[in-house]
């Protein structure tokens, strides 16, 4: 493949993006942030208008961790309720995945459909490698297409994001990846929970409590599951309260 | 690609012939799986622990020991969403966070135990506990089969606390109160009638029972606010 030459900014930019992502430690229900910043940070480098994270849990089933977007994030849900879809494909087959005209044809009608039906005319699908073990996909939605260079960005992102799970815990050395996950999976079941006290609270649509939660941990500086916990465990001592 | 480990566990639960109750048959399961002797389901409600199912008389024992005593894994894991492992209950450690439960669990001869979290985020139930022989930690599949059976003890927990008999296959018993659906519902329940999101899920799973259909399909309805839950419904028992 020919590789343009980055423009230094650029090349920076990407440099420091993989310093953050593998400079950062996870103990427990911080795994969840890594892999949400993960797909914000596609969104910010990559031509991509939004991407979505799935991992596979001890018992073996594929969930959806998070999203840059609740439309990014309704697309892995219905890949993992309806059983299809390149991102299942990827997460199954540890090989990267890609639908580049999402059509009715193709291997994969009903979510080819949802996708277009969203603005999406092309998604891709990444491996989340930890050394032999595939632990998930990273699944990316863009209007245009992506160069082989970019997916290399992107496969170096997911796979700075992934390290971090294989990361040394003084406890314990052993089951670390099936624990993070395990913590990740629990972590969005909190934020799911906060999401819809939100949207009774204040009559929303599901998608704008996350939006709300999400903009409450920006003005809070804390991360979203940590809102998320205030929310659910209705802590009266947290800044949430007074922010929402 | 191998089979996924919920499926083999839900296979090895049909199979078993060892235990009544499907609570009673996740016990047998989970200790075969997780390399122990005994195995159990304790929950934590309304302010008092019980022991679901045990696998026998050896893990009822070790249970209410540790009701009795107010001491052992099944407190310290209370709460949290992470696995407790006790990797040596004769060692140092142990003696000193377990003082009055270690030496009735060291007596039977019992040298590690597991206790893996059932609860779906901060709603938290109890535990599912597995004894094993021998001290030392559990290997990686171990730990994840626990976790699994955990996820399978789960389902019946909350049917449980709803106070309705079962109507699910095995097949369907994981993941059937763990779908985003749930959790989503779960917190409108929660935020509308002022309770917590376990008393939540209980009420949709006993207004599912009362209707005849899956958790699932009240969790959409009332997501999609074509469905409100009534205060004064029976919210189950015990």
Redesign the interface.
Request: no cysteine.
């Given at each position: 493949m020919t590789i343009p030459a980055l423009e230094e900014a650029e090349a920076v930019r990407l440099a420091s993006t993989l310093i953050e992502i593998t400079s950062s430690v996870t103990h427990?229900a911080e795994t969840i942030d890594i892999f949400t910043d993960l797909a914000q940070r596609c969104v910010r480098l990559l031509p991509v208008e939004a991407a979505g994270i799935l991992l596979r849990?001890?018992?073996?089933?594929i969930q959806?961790i998070g999203a840059s977007s609740p439309s990014a994030h309704l697309l892995d849900?219905f890949q993992v309720q309806n059983d299809e879809g390149p991102c299942l494909e990827c997460s199954?087959?540890g090989e990267p995945v890609s639908d580049e005209d999402l059509s009715a044809d193709g291997p994969w009608p009903g979510f080819a459909e949802r996708a277009r039906v969203n603005g999406f005319a092309s998604t891709y699908a990444l491996p989340l490698r930890s050394r032999e073990l595939t632990v998930g996909a990273l699944n990316l939605f863009a209007t245009g297409r992506l160069s082989e260079g970019q997916l290399v960005i992107a496969q170096a992102l997911a796979d700075a994001a992934t390290l971090t799970l294989m990361q040394v815990d003084p406890a314990?050395d052993?089951?670390i990846v099936?624990?993070r996950i395990?913590?990740a999976v629990?972590?969005?079941?909190?934020?799911?929970?906060?999401?819809?006290?939100?949207?009774?609270?204040f009559s929303l649509e599901?998608e704008e409590a996350y939006i709300r939660l999400r903009d409450v941990a920006h003005e809070a500086q804390l991360s979203l599951y940590e809102v998320a916990?205030a929310v659910?465990?209705r802590d009266p001592h947290s800044p949430v309260s007074t922010l929402l | 690609?191998a089979?996924?480990?919920?499926?083999e566990?839900s296979r090895q639960l049909e199979d078993s012939r060892l235990g009544t109750t499907t609570a009673e048959k996740i016990c047998h399961v989970a200790a075969t799986r997780v390399g122990g002797v005994a195995a159990s389901i304790s929950l934590f409600v309304d302010h008092a622990y019980l022991a679901l199912a045990e696998s026998g008389p050896l893990a009822l024992l070790l249970d209410e020991a540790q009701f009795q005593l107010g001491d052992g894994p099944v407190f310290a894991a209370q709460g949290s969403?992470?696995?407790l492992?006790v990797e040596d209950i004769s060692g140092t450690d142990a003696r000193a966070e377990f003082p009055a439960f270690g030496p009735i669990a060291e007596s039977k001869n019992v040298g590690s135990i597991a206790a893996f979290p059932i609860?779906?985020?901060?709603?938290q139930l109890g535990t599912l506990n597995v004894y094993r022989e021998s001290a030392g930690?559990?290997?990686?599949e171990e730990?994840?089969?626990g976790?699994?059976a955990a996820?399978f003890a789960l389902s019946e927990a909350i049917d449980y606390q709803a106070g309705v008999a079962k109507a699910v296959s095995s097949g369907e018993l994981?993941?059937r109160f763990?779908s985003?659906h749930l959790?989503?519902?779960?917190?409108?329940?929660?935020?509308?009638l002022e309770c917590s999101?376990l008393e939540s899920l209980v009420r949709i799973r006993a207004r599912a029972f009362a209707d005849s259909v899956p958790v699932l399909e009240i969790a959409k309805a009332i997501?999609e606010r074509t469905l409100v839950l009534d205060p004064e419904q029976q919210k189950g028992k015990p």
């Open positions: 427990g849990d001890a018992s073996g089933r959806v849900l199954n087959t314990s052993l089951h099936i624990r395990h913590v629990e972590s969005r079941n909190t934020i799911e929970q906060a999401q819809g006290m939100i949207a009774q609270r599901v916990r659910v465990t | 690609m089979e996924p480990r919920w499926l566990f969403a992470v696995p492992i609860g779906l985020g901060t709603a930690p559990l290997s990686a730990y994840a089969n976790l699994v996820s994981p993941g763990e985003s959790q989503i519902a779960a917190g409108m329940v929660a935020e509308a999101i997501e």
